[in-house]
């Protein structure tokens, strides 16, 4: 059995960070998404396929699932029933876009393991220190290249995910993305969204109809599941995060975008159009370092940081206020779309205090200003992605000078789609 799950990235319009310390926040996913396919054999003893002689090729697809072959003659013709065999159950991971794979024997990650006393899919449980440590010894084994170090939280929150929601059990988990990792856009929420969102599908707890076709979102209770495991593997990645990501990957639904305060959710819709320019300016950083490092200004500081996270929770709740009310003869779509530019510009001077703007962010900051265009970090800042509101009545041909000459300075630009659909599956036969 296969099941694909795919999660969104997002954008934060305002109170990134300061919403890890209870500030509101405003966000919404975008049309780029991390996509898991999970292909789990059937039960050990349970043919895995028929196949007629003249297909013997096919076999050669199945890796690892030899040994048992159960010759025997079916309707006068020659069959092959194939058999999963006990001793090669792996669980394996592809990062696809990393060309990376990693791979164990189920036997060793029982042992490594099975102490957790997994699985407990319907209790998220957090990664103790200690789990962590065993886990870690796990990836430690299959000599993950220095350069791709940083991928191994992910790695981490993924062993973590899979013993607690599925157990032991063997399977073959492929991941693939639209989106940039490290850069502000939520890839490791997404991640974290797309891998419970396919454990829980494949799980006893979650009742799902498995022969519906085509992309299938989940009921309200188990949304709750799927983004309470999520956050489980995002604190994996991000030490200490507020859950915005993983609500917004889990939650986004039809144009709808997210106010969020202290792990509570209120879906906005917008009376607006919203046109935001993606100026990723490809500095890698880590959003753990960057949460940590905004902690250890406030324990330092803690008036003065207080009075700025009280700062931007005042313009999250502005702007979710600007979004939401539709224009009128007195409140033109210009004069909304003004103030949404002058709220974003307090809401990056906040950042800036915060310390997690970056040489780079400063750099996009100024060529767009040179347009009369407001723009501001998205994501933990310290490089990574800017977002430039686009007014309405911007012409083609100023979005084409400013994309121009940010990308002149190495920028990749992009406009993506805001407000897309949440969290999804998708079950199909194994081929
Ligand atoms: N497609 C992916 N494949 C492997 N790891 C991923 C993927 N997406 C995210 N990650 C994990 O998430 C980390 C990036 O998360 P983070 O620093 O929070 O940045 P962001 O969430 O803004 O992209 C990566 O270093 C990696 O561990
Ligand atoms: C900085 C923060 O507010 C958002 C981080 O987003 P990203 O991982 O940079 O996409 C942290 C959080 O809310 O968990
Ligand atoms: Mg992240």
């Known amino acids: 059995m296969e099941v694909k799950a795919r999660a ?112 407990f899919p319907s209790t998220p449980t957090s990664c103790s220190a200690e789990s962590l440590k065993l886990i870690l010894a796990l990836i430690e084994e299959q000599n993950i290249l220095e350069a ?108 709808n975008m997210i106010k969020f305060r202290s792990g509570n959710l209120t879906r906005i819709k917008s009376s607006m159009p919203l046109k935001m320019l993606i100026t990723n300016t490809k500095v890698g950083r880590n959003t753990k370092a960057l949460v940590a490092g905004v902690s250890e200004r406030t324990l330092r500081n803690p008036d003065a940081m207080s009075s700025v996270f009280n700062a931007v929770d005042s313009i999250s709740k502005e702007l979710a206020n600007v979004i939401q009310t539709p224009a009128s003869d007195d409140l033109s779509i210009t004069a909304k779309e003004e103030k949404l530019e002058e709220l974003m510009e307090m809401n990056q001077g906040l950042l800036q205090c915060m310390g997690v703007s970056h040489a780079s962010i400063e750099t996009v900051l100024r060529t767009t200003l040179k347009y009369k265009l407001a723009s501001k970090l998205t994501g933990a800042g310290g490089g990574g992605c800017v977002l430039t509101l686009l007014p309405t009545l911007l012409s083609g041909t100023i979005v084409d000078k400013v994309i121009a000459e940010l990308e002149s300075c190495g920028f990749q630009c992009l406009i993506a789609g805001i407000g897309g659909n949440g969290a999804e599956i998708c079950f199909s036969a194994s081929s």
């Open 8 to 119: 969104p990235g997002k954008i934060i319009l305002s109170g990134e960070h300061a919403v890890v310390h209870g500030s509101t926040a405003v966000a919404a996913s975008i049309g780029l998404c991390t996509y898991v396919s999970l292909q789990v054999p059937p039960s050990n003893g349970c043919p895995l396929k028929v196949y007629s002689l003249s297909c013997l090729e096919n076999l050669r697809l199945i890796e690892g699932a030899y040994r048992s072959l159960l010759d025997s003659n079916f309707f006068g013709l020659s069959w092959i029933v194939v058999y999963w065999d006990e001793n090669d159950d792996r669980l394996t991971l592809q990062l696809k876009d990393m060309a990376l794979e990693f791979s164990w024997p189920i036997g060793r990650i029982k042992e490594a393991l099975s102490s957790l006393g997994g699985p």
């Open 148 to 255: 791709k170090i940083s991928l191994a939280s992910g790695v981490c929150a993924f062993l973590w995910l899979y013993t607690s929601i599925l157990g032991f059990k063997p399977a073959t988990v492929v991941v693939t993305s639209d989106l940039p990792l490290g850069s502000g856009l939520g890839s490791s929420a997404a991640l974290c969204v797309a891998f419970s969102a396919a454990l829980l599908a494949c799980s006893d707890t979650v009742n799902i109809d498995m022969k519906q076709e085509g992309w299938l979102v989940f009921g309200e209770s188990e949304l709750e599941l799927l983004n309470k495991w999520a956050f489980e593997g995002e604190k994996i990645i991000h030490g200490k995060p507020s859950g915005i990501d993983n609500t917004v990957s889990t939650y986004g639904r039809g144009g």
